[in-house]
């Protein structure tokens, strides 16, 4: 029902105007005028589409909409007056009324519900809920009856509606007859088990129910049980029937409702003779056709409706396709005229391309706004990108070519002057079919665009798709398309063929409509056209900036305006629809004075300046059409010069923007502006100042070389261009780097005969003019075809802040006071040395103390000193930044400075600092960490921090040097206990199995003189029991090793010397996830490595009471037969199932049948769910065949939906002595129950907090919540 609630269509060649360049205002637009069908929609309020399908069908029922006209103010009321308590005022037909005059009279593309539905007494929300149409044309037929009582149309719904079945029963043993009459206004049809509406009405009223064996019939003429038959028949037949289709069905095994979308077929003529009580007659009074289809797309909770009906009256104006209109004999000299004009249509001749498109569209014309798309769709590529650069924009290019294109339709269409648009394709608005209501006027004004419609259509009325706002023609061949699907007929409206239509009631929307309803649809269509005639003008308005010659002097390329604080333009509102000698006139008009020629140039403002483009030059061209939009810029002037000066204009001499830098030499270090050139001043405190580079911004045709540039700036031949350096890499010199030199490109000799736009030269770039004897001064150094410039600008600041050490200030007070600051002057180039040292000095700090300096990160954490023998820039510290100044020593070029801690990870600010050489190797840094901190020994090993701060892996190398291991200044280093350990060594946690089968061995082993042993309680696999496992040591081992070097060092922990393991082959062991048994490690000579174990794992060990050695694809199941007749399982047993070869659930129940000696068939599989304490059914399924490979995938209980794995618990039932298939046991069910109130209390936890309640429902596994669904009512008053 949601299909298009949000979205209103609208036909694409009725849109009101182009939309480029307006100034729209959204919610003032009045609503479009009808589309080319000429017959009106209705309005979605959001979810009423089933409410619009059935009103458009009433509407369409010729007789029920002037019964309805019928009925005047006398017995309806009037509509002002239903506010007064005394009136007795029929709201819902006066409405209906109102909606169907206005559908059928007023101009605009769809009307509204909203006061129909107001007095149906339905609030905001009810036009959003989803109802049934079949619902709702009893409702709504019901309150027409009730709002009707004491009316002359109190009888409308029966007369046109009513039925009668008669349902029979007949006694075959007396012949007794008992009746029973039942009225009907719709009939309800099955739709499930049958194939069309024809079955469905036999098996209602031709077959017969038979009540027989244990269904006898009680008859009053034989007064007891008897066999009879119970028939249906129709008695009476309605002058209009309806049939509802049962498309929604309940089942009652999924517990949910479900749509029939099969084959449903419907004939468009039926005849009932066959289905009623009397049969005499002619077959006129029998026969009915189909004249309106509602159409239900979606499922069973929501979707959307739409409904095709024929149009009786030939109210609308049907379009079939271009092809079906055309007679064969056309059809064929198309195609033949299409063949040899296909080859001549040349893609590069734009002429060509435009005038194919609008000669193939049905109306010979194209809307501007879809001509560019309709282009892109014929060549592949769009005008900007194929032609603009040749042939300027399309409107220019249409307006060059005046004699084949000409504008329609008030500018908004394109035609061709040779084959204009057939006045057929633009049907008459509702509006003009009100002006002149004449029936022979009407029909005559339609016979010319008769001969092109196919003939079958014109015999009779047409068929068309209403949905919602959207009206489209259909053929009664798409009809049949509804037969099946999601998108299928719902409800069927069929109409006597005798009932026939007066002639005057064709093509005359006015017919039987009351004067007072014509006469307010004309004052609404009035009100339209005026609405829109004012939304058009304000829509078509746009702004123009004028610019007048005597306003602008021209200026480094470029025009700029005399005087500086004005901006030489005027803003114009103008009607783009108006032609250009219309707004030339304007002007002449605004500027009485002006004399001579005035030109109309469009312009843009650039960063250089004024420039101007194209100039227009034909005064017939409308401003849309002449590429004129909102905003743009118009110069006035005379064509040819502007205060003396020629001026250029068009694309190829855009001015460029450049930014000229010249060395300034000066002895003032104040900073210098003077007629645009700005001085840059060499900062940071200087006291005698210093040369620097002067700015200039200057503007420059972009088609003058760089020759000319040269001269327009006055330089000598001698003197060297260059270009800013932007290829600098990363390390390079360069400004971009907090300060130094930076880097320029000479232009080669070549480049001098090269234009601005050649060189890719633009707004804002600098160009550096130096003269040959710059390079004598120290600013200017040449290295090949590179100038690197070193200015004062360069030269920057670096603040630094003293941090005494923590302690030494007696409170918080005395350390922010010693917390000082200052900037001291630094360059790029400068040793950090000397920015410590002066910062000492102007600190007046203890000249004999060290002290370091140290950069500061984001948080405010000290990081590692700087070494201060490399320059602020190799050090990659940024001027204009902060830097400590510390008490403590600064490491060298060749030294690290280190952060340890000693046995575990360091807490923030608690760590220890060392300076060591970067050659010393691993140990010589462990043995100064360690006198470091008092400690002496060999048991010591040096680990690493990782990325969590947490103590990570050992540095195995202890011969290798700090640079070796790749150690780097501020790492941190733990001093960890004990020695290293070897290489590639795992640390494995082991862990015994307690068998609960062996309680004597596993007393022993729990009270051998142990008060407290470490236990652990997991889940065995496949099972719901836990079992308890005990911890029996740690061993370390190579990652080489094999899995059976791993079994004979745990047989010698000391914790398993009472456990009887023979030899390895009786020890199981098994890999702990969490505490749940995940996997068997297996394989005797696969080394850990290959068995993917890490150090810190948890394994398990069991013992055997026979030799295992399993392979890569041997499954251990436990086993469980059921016990027959009981809802319990003998004890489970272990088995080893070989799935290598053959994995299907034919290979495990021969296995399992070999097990227990019993035939294959007899044996019913489940796996055991222990999460859920459920059984899923393992069973002989075929998967789906591969359409591409043609043959079956294999059936793996490997894979899903099994997955079966080590450890998995397999049910086993015997079907030749156990009739019951139920696996699940009383322990089942009460986990169950369990589980069960475990989701219950997550729920009402999740309501009672209100958050959570939609992450609980996920959790319960309860199904996708839906909107409630809402009874309909409609309110009806009392007028009896």
């Known amino acids: 029902m949601f299909g298009n609630l949000f979205e209103e269509e609208e036909e694409e060649d009725f849109s009101a105007n182009p939309s480029r360049g307006r100034v729209t205002k959204v919610g003032d637009e009045p609503p479009p005028p009808r589309g080319r069908s000429n017959l009106c929609g209705i309005k979605n309020q959001g979810g009423t589409c089933y409410l619009n399908s059935l009103l458009q069908t009433l509407l369409f029922t010729p007789e029920f909409r002037e019964e309805l006209f019928s009925l005047g103010s006398e017995e309806l009321g009037c509509l002002e007056d239903k506010e007064k308590p005394e009136a007795k005022v029929r709201v819902i037909p006066l409405e209906l009324q109102r909606l169907f005059a206005s559908l059928l009279l007023v101009d605009q593309q769809s009307a509204s519900t909203a006061n129909l539905t107001d007095s149906f007494g339905w609030n905001s929300s009810e036009g959003t809920n989803q109802h049934d149409v079949q619902e709702l044309n009893r409702i709504l037929f019901s309150a027409l009856e009730h709002s009707l009582v004491g009316t002359s149309g109190s009888t409308l719904i029966h007369r046109l509606y009513h039925g009668t079945i008669v349902n029979s029963i007949d006694c075959k043993e007396c012949g007794n007859v008992s009746q029973r009459q039942e009225d009907f206004l719709d009939l309800t049809v099955c739709v499930c088990g049958v194939s069309s509406l024809e079955e469905a009405l036999w098996n209602m009223f031709v077959e017969e129910e038979l009540f027989e064996g244990n269904n006898l019939y009680r008859c009053a003429g034989c007064d007891r049980l008897v066999t009879a038959a119970k028939s249906a028949k129709l008695k009476k037949l309605p002058p209009f029937m309806t049939m509802s289709l049962l498309r929604f069905s309940f089942d009652f095994t999924k517990c949910e409702r479900y749509k029939e979308t099969g084959r449903y077929g419907f004939p468009l003529t039926i005849n009932l003779r066959p289905f009623c009580e009397q049969g005499d007659g002619d077959d006129s009074d029998f026969t009915y056709e189909l004249f309106s289809v509602i159409?239900?797309?979606?499922?069973?909770?929501?979707?959307?409706?739409?409904?095709?009906?024929?149009?009786?009256?030939?109210?609308?104006?049907?379009?079939?396709?271009?092809?079906?209109?055309?007679?064969?004999?056309?059809?064929?000299?198309?195609?033949?005229?299409?063949?040899?004009?296909?080859?001549?249509?040349?893609?590069?001749?734009?002429?060509?391309?435009?005038?194919?498109?609008?000669?193939?569209?049905?109306?010979?014309?194209?809307?501007?706004?879809?001509?560019?798309?309709?282009?892109?769709?014929?060549?592949?590529?769009?005008?900007?990108?194929?032609?603009?650069?040749?042939?300027?924009?399309?409107?220019?290019?249409?307006?060059?070519?005046?004699?084949?294109?000409?504008?329609?339709?008030?500018?908004?269409?394109?035609?061709?002057?040779?084959?204009?648009?057939?006045?057929?394709?633009?049907?008459?608005?509702?509006?003009?079919?009100?002006?002149?209501?004449?029936?022979?006027?009407?029909?005559?004004?339609?016979?010319?665009?008769?001969?092109?419609?196919?003939?079958?259509?014109?015999?009779?009325?047409?068929?068309?798709?209403?949905?919602?706002?959207?009206?489209?023609?259909?053929?009664e061949s798409d009809i049949e398309k509804q037969f099946q699907g999601k998108e299928s007929a719902y409800m069927l409206f069929y109409r006597k063929t005798q009932l026939h239509r007066p002639c005057e009631a064709l093509n005359n929307p006015q017919y039987k409509v009351p004067l007072h309803l014509i006469q307010m649809a004309q004052e609404e269509n009035r009100k339209l056209q005026q609405a829109r005639e004012e939304f058009d003008a304000t829509n078509n308005t746009i702004e123009l900036r004028l610019h007048l010659a005597h306003s602008y002097r021209l200026e480094n390329g470029a025009l700029q305006p005399i005087k500086q604080e004005q901006n030489g333009s005027t803003t114009l509102s103008f009607d783009r629809r108006k032609t250009v000698g219309d707004l030339r006139l304007t002007i002449y008009q605004m500027q009485e004075l002006w004399e001579g020629d005035m030109a109309l140039t469009v312009a843009k403002s650039l960063p250089a300046g004024l420039h101007l483009y194209n100039t227009i030059t034909d005064d017939s061209v409308s401003?849309?059409?002449?590429?004129?939009?909102?905003?743009?810029?118009?110069?006035?002037?005379?064509?040819?010069?502007?205060?003396?000066?020629?001026?250029?204009?068009?694309?190829?001499?855009?001015?460029?923007?450049?930014?000229?830098?010249?060395?300034?030499?000066?002895?003032?270090?104040?900073?210098?502006?003077?007629?645009?050139?700005?001085?840059?001043?060499?900062?940071?405190?200087?006291?005698?100042?210093?040369?620097?580079?002067?700015?200039?911004?200057?503007?420059?045709?972009?088609?003058?070389?760089?020759?000319?540039?040269?001269?327009?700036?006055?330089?000598?031949?001698?003197?060297?261009?260059?270009?800013?350096?932007?290829?600098?890499?990363?390390?390079?010199?360069?400004?971009?780097?907090?300060?130094?030199?930076?880097?320029?490109?000479?232009?080669?000799?070549?480049?001098?005969?090269?234009?601005?736009?050649?060189?890719?030269?633009?707004?804002?770039?600098?160009?550096?003019?130096?003269?040959?004897?710059?390079?004598?001064?120290?600013?200017?150094?040449?290295?090949?075809?590179?100038?690197?410039?070193?200015?004062?600008?360069?030269?920057?600041?670096?603040?630094?802040?003293?941090?005494?050490?923590?302690?030494?200030?007696?409170?918080?007070?005395?350390?922010?006071?010693?917390?000082?600051?200052?900037?001291?002057?630094?360059?790029?180039n400068m040793l950090l040395s000397e920015v410590k040292q002066r910062a000492i000095e102007e600190l007046q700090l203890q000249p004999g103390a060290e002290y370091c300096l140290r950069q500061v990160d984001c948080t405010g954490k000290l990081l590692s000193p700087v070494c201060e023998e490399v320059s602020v820039r190799d050090a990659g510290v940024r001027l204009m930044t902060t830097l400590t100044l510390c008490p403590g020593k600064a490491p060298k070029a060749s030294q690290l400075f280190l952060h340890f801690s000693v046995g575990a990870a360091p807490s923030a600010g608690m760590e220890m600092d060392i300076i060591v050489e970067n050659t010393c190797t691993v140990k010589e840094c462990l043995k100064a960490m360690l006198d470091a901190v008092g400690l002496d020994g060999t048991f010591w090993h040096l680990r690493r921090l990782d990325w969590c701060e947490e103590v990570g892996e050992p540095l195995m190398d202890e011969e290798a040097s700090l640079?070796?291991?790749?150690?780097?200044?501020?790492?941190?280093?733990?001093?960890?206990?004990?020695?290293?350990?070897?290489?590639?060594?795992?640390?494995?946690?082991?862990?015994?199995?307690?068998?609960?089968?062996?309680?004597?061995?596993?007393?022993?082993?729990?009270?051998?003189?142990?008060?407290?042993?470490?236990?652990?309680?997991?889940?065995?696999?496949?099972?719901?029991?836990?079992?308890?496992?005990?911890?029996?040591?740690?061993?370390?081992?190579?990652?080489?090793?094999?899995?059976?070097?791993?079994?004979?060092?745990?047989?010698?922990?000391?914790?398993?010397?009472?456990?009887?393991?023979?030899?390895?082959?009786?020890?199981?062991?098994?890999?702990?996830?969490?505490?749940?048994?995940?996997?068997?490690?297996?394989?005797?000579?696969?080394?850990?490595?290959?068995?993917?174990?890490?150090?810190?794992?948890?394994?398990?060990?069991?013992?055997?009471?026979?030799?295992?050695?399993?392979?890569?694809?041997?499954?251990?199941?436990?086993?469980?037969?059921?016990?027959?007749?009981?809802?319990?399982?003998?004890?489970?047993?272990?088995?080893?199932?070989?799935?290598?070869?053959?994995?299907?659930?034919?290979?495990?129940?021969?296995?399992?049948?070999?097990?227990?000696?019993?035939?294959?068939?007899?044996?019913?599989?489940?796996?055991?769910?222990?999460?859920?304490?459920t059984w899923e059914e393992i069973s002989n399924w075929s998967q789906q065949v591969s359409k591409k490979k043609k043959k079956k995938k294999a059936e793996s209980l490997l894979g899903a939906p099994f997955h079966l794995k080590d450890g998995d618990t397999v049910g086993i039932k015997n079907l030749l002595v156990d009739n019951n298939r139920d696996f699940v046991t009383l322990e089942d069910e009460q986990g169950q129950q369990m589980l069960r109130e475990q989701a219950e209390e997550h729920r009402k936890g999740g309501e009672a907090a209100g958050s959570d309640s939609a992450g609980s429902q996920k959790k319960c596994g309860s199904t996708k919540s839906r909107k409630p669904e809402v009874a309909l009512s409609i309110n009806v008053g009392v007028f009896r």
């Not at 053959?1142 to 399992?1152: F, G, I, N, Q, V």
């Open 295 to 475: 159409i239900h797309k979606g499922g069973c909770y929501g979707g959307h409706y739409h409904a095709y009906i024929r149009d009786i009256d030939q109210l609308g104006q049907w379009e079939p396709s271009e092809d079906e209109c055309k007679p064969k004999t056309q059809k064929k000299a198309k195609e033949k005229v299409k063949e040899a004009c296909e080859p001549k249509l040349q893609e590069d001749d734009p002429l060509s391309v435009l005038t194919a498109i609008i000669a193939q569209e049905p109306s010979k014309s194209v809307l501007l706004d879809q001509l560019g798309q309709k282009l892109m769709d014929k060549i592949g590529s769009s005008w900007s990108k194929k032609f603009r650069k040749h042939y300027g924009p399309i409107g220019k290019f249409l307006q060059s070519h005046n004699d084949v294109f000409m504008l329609v339709s008030g500018g908004t269409r394109v035609a061709l002057k040779a084959n204009p648009p057939s006045p057929v394709t633009e049907p008459c608005s509702p509006a003009e079919q009100i002006v002149n209501s004449d029936p022979s006027l009407a029909s005559d004004s339609e016979q010319p665009g008769l001969d092109e419609r196919p003939e079958p259509e014109l015999e009779g009325s047409h068929w068309f798709d209403l949905n919602d706002s959207s009206v489209t023609s259909i053929r």
């Open 623 to 828: 401003l849309y059409s002449a590429g004129i939009t909102s905003n743009s810029d118009l110069f006035v002037w005379n064509g040819r010069e502007v205060c003396g000066a020629t001026i250029l204009t068009g694309a190829e001499w855009e001015p460029v923007l450049l930014t000229v830098v010249r060395p300034f030499l000066g002895e003032d270090g104040d900073l210098q502006v003077e007629d645009g050139v700005e001085c840059e001043e060499p900062t940071g405190g200087f006291e005698n100042g210093g040369p620097g580079l002067k700015r200039e911004a200057r503007g420059f045709a972009g088609a003058v070389t760089l020759g000319e540039v040269k001269e327009a700036l006055g330089e000598p031949k001698e003197s060297v261009l260059c270009q800013e350096h932007k290829g600098t890499k990363k390390g390079e010199q360069g400004s971009g780097e907090g300060g130094g030199a930076s880097g320029w490109r000479v232009f080669p000799p070549d480049d001098m005969q090269r234009t601005l736009k050649e060189l890719s030269l633009k707004d804002g770039d600098a160009l550096l003019v130096l003269e040959p004897q710059s390079f004598d001064c120290s600013m200017f150094t040449l290295n090949g075809d590179v100038v690197t410039v070193t200015t004062p600008s360069d030269c920057r600041w670096l603040q630094v802040e003293f941090r005494p050490l923590e302690g030494d200030g007696d409170g918080d007070g005395e350390k922010e006071e010693e917390r000082r600051k200052i900037k001291v002057p630094a360059t790029g």
């Open 963 to 1173: 640079s070796e291991v790749k150690l780097s200044n501020g790492d941190t280093l733990v001093v960890t206990e004990g020695q290293l350990p070897p290489k590639g060594f795992l640390k494995l946690n082991v862990w015994l199995y307690l068998d609960p089968r062996n309680n004597s061995a596993d007393s022993k082993l729990t009270n051998n003189g142990h008060a407290e042993e470490e236990m652990l309680e997991v889940a065995t696999p496949g099972d719901s029991h836990s079992s308890l496992l005990k911890s029996v040591g740690e061993v370390e081992i190579s990652d080489e090793a094999t899995l059976e070097d791993l079994k004979t060092q745990v047989l010698t922990l000391s914790a398993l010397q009472d456990v009887c393991i023979p030899t390895t082959g009786f020890m199981r062991v098994w890999q702990l996830d969490g505490q749940r048994l995940a996997r068997i490690l297996r394989g005797q000579q696969q080394t850990l490595r290959k068995l993917k174990l890490s150090s810190g794992a948890d394994l398990c060990i069991q013992q055997l009471l026979k030799e295992e050695d399993l392979g890569s694809k041997e499954v251990l199941l436990n086993i469980k037969m059921g016990v027959p007749g009981e809802r319990c399982y003998y004890p489970p047993e272990e088995l080893v199932w070989d799935a290598s070869r053959d994995s299907s659930p034919r290979c495990l129940r021969t296995c399992l049948a070999a097990h227990y000696g019993l035939s294959p068939d007899s044996l019913l599989l489940a796996k055991y769910q222990p999460d859920k304490h």
